[in-house]
């Protein structure tokens, strides 16, 4: 916590029916105290929330004013914080926020309401940056994009994959105090398994940070194949979706879409009713119904499960095939993309461990000939591309150590390595310049 009390008009300029005077500190009480009274009861700072109307002194002369509080830690920065709603007219509001200052609080510097929310724990830096961009949005898409991160899109995504670097770092440790044989040892499958969990993590933090507001607008695909193929497994391991999953044909009937960041191009991906011959009655009209949106769709995702083998011809509108459920020991080897005509990238996926994922949507914005990194970057700012590319790239450094036998410590460097770039993205670790360059664009008030 802060040792000091900030304060500044976090109304916009100009002139309004109100503006507001923001305090922040532990001094917060006590300038209430001195410059405001209650027109009804009083003032009791002992409260975790207060709204009192009355009387400003500021210094001057008096004005209408109503008080909100807000009690340390529930509060925006963990501080004791009060809100002037004044008179909008800027001279009223210069003159309360000088009274407070001559009275011993400092004037907040730009985003410094915000820095002590994150430096509080209250928000991590990237929903910190949501607030900056909330207030720079020039157009109804960036607020939206902005209010996404705000709501901790992002967060929610590098705490899901926080969570399975810290546990792959913790086997990695295992490793390297035993020794193979005794109890304590992690087995290199076991490893492997940590990994490719970790990757799938990175790139639904991705497709978290990146998931648009109305995916209606974006490129389709959809997914076709056979009943219990994999295709609502599939779905949901893309896109986040809790799509009914049973190992019974015809458990989807209705088309469900949502945004999937597939390879840096977002795009609106569809699971719908497996195609089945002979269909009747409900089955039958569930597919006639989805046929519209295999029609509407830019790319068809044929989806085969790799225990039962290529059902027939690839569907129409198949331009590349997902080979399911290789995590099954009972998977057969996948086709070569030559043997259909014409040829279909095969990408081997598993919706349960999460391998083959990051290729599958490679293939797709490959296919479609999508923006690729640039959208992106776009938006998810750079400082967050920049951040978890460093982290894919240390996860595919670690791939190759363990694939290749290389000794253990070198796994486990790279898995540190990692969460040093995850961390920087969240704030956990960050340098102080840095963080004052990011904070030095918001608005005083902010």
Do not use: Y
């Amino acid at each position: 916590m802060s040792a000091d009390t900030i304060a500044a008009i976090a109304s916009p300029p100009g002139p309004a029916r109100r503006g507001i005077v923001r305090l922040s500190g532990p001094d917060s009480a006590r300038l209430v105290r001195t410059t405001f009274r209650a027109a009804a009861g009083s003032f009791d700072a002992s409260r975790p929330r207060a709204l009192l109307a009355g009387r400003l002194d500021d210094g001057r002369g008096g004005q209408p004013a109503l008080l909100l509080w807000m009690r340390a830690p529930r509060s925006f920065t963990r501080e004791d914080v009060a809100e002037l709603h004044l008179p909008g007219a800027e001279p009223l509001l210069a003159a309360a926020l000088a009274r407070l200052l001559a009275l011993g609080a400092r004037a907040a510097r730009p985003g410094e309401f915000t820095r002590r929310a994150f430096l509080n724990g209250r928000i991590d830096l990237s929903r910190a940056e949501g607030v900056l961009a909330l207030t720079e949005a020039a157009s109804e898409a960036e607020r939206r994009a902005a209010a996404r991160l705000l709501e901790g899109g992002l967060a929610q995504g590098a705490g899901a994959l926080r969570a399975r670097l810290e546990e792959l770092a913790m086997l990695c440790e295992a490793s390297l105090d035993f020794d193979e044989g005794e109890t304590g040892h992690v087995p290199g499958a076991e490893l492997a398994a940590g990994l490719t969990a970790a990757r799938a993590a990175l790139e639904e933090a991705r497709a978290l940070a990146a998931r648009p507001a109305a995916p209606a607008a974006l490129p389709c695909v959809v997914l076709l194949g056979a009943p219990n193929a994999g295709k609502s497994s599939l779905w949901n391991a893309l896109t986040g979706g809790r799509a009914l999953v049973s190992a019974e044909a015809g458990t989807t009937r209705d088309a469900l879409a949502a945004s999937w960041l597939a390879g840096g191009a977002r795009v609106t991906l569809v699971d719908g009713p497996g195609r089945e011959e002979g269909a009747r009655g409900p089955a039958r009209a569930a597919q006639e119904l989805f046929a519209r949106e295999r029609a509407a769709a830019e790319l068809g995702l044929w989806v085969v499960d790799a225990v039962a083998g290529i059902p027939g011809p690839a569907p129409a509108g198949a331009r590349i095939l997902a080979w399911s459920k290789t995590d099954d020991a009972r998977a057969r080897p996948a086709p070569a993309a030559e043997a259909f005509a014409p040829a279909l990238a095969v990408v081997p996926v598993s919706a349960r461990t999460g391998a083959g994922l990051a290729q599958l949507g490679a293939a797709v914005a490959g296919a479609l000939g999508g923006p690729g990194e640039g959208e992106a970057l776009r938006t998810l700012g750079a400082r967050h591309a920049e951040a978890l590319a460093r982290v894919a790239a240390e996860l595919e450094e670690a791939s190759r150590h363990l694939d290749g036998g290389a000794p253990l410590d070198l796994l486990a460097e790279d898995v540190r390595q990692a969460l040093a770039a995850l961390d920087e993205l969240t704030g956990r670790t960050m340098p102080e310049d840095v963080l004052d360059r990011i904070f030095a664009r918001f608005c005083l008030g902010k």
